[in-house]
């Protein structure tokens, strides 16, 4: 079984820059893609970014342009860098790990809040 751990969400001002790291632990050998989702308060969980072990990277509208996401597949890791944000990237980011015959898992969440 697969746990994920959150971290890097907190308070920043519209235009700065947050990091976000997700680090997958347990049983890792069959997870083919990690990414992230996020809920705003009375909204659907919206997907960010994924990426797979091979490299191939898919981003949400919201996501383009401004953030970016990286893996270190030694390590278990995955990143969402996320520049120039905006107070409607406000919300829950979630970590998720796909894996080949398990499905996926989700981490516990992180709350970004961008506010001046």
């Known amino acids: 079984q697969v746990q994920l751990v959150e971290s890097g969400g907190g308070l920043v001002q519209p235009g700065g820059s947050l990091r976000l790291s997700c680090v997958a632990s347990g049983d890792t050998t069959e997870i083919f893609l990690m990414g992230w989702y996020r809920q705003a308060p009375g909204k659907q969980r919206e997907h960010v970014a994924s990426?797979?072990?091979?490299?191939?990277?898919n981003y949400g509208d919201s996501a383009k342009g401004r953030f970016t996401i990286s893996r270190d597949n030694a390590k278990n890791t995955v990143y969402l860098q996320m520049n120039s944000l905006k107070p409607e990237d406000t919300a829950v980011y979630f970590c998720?790990?796909?894996?080949?015959?398990?499905?996926?898992?989700w981490g516990q969440g992180t709350q970004v809040t961008v506010s001046s």
């Open positions: 990426k797979a072990t091979g490299g191939w990277t």
């Open positions: 998720f790990a796909r894996q080949i015959n398990s499905g996926d898992t």
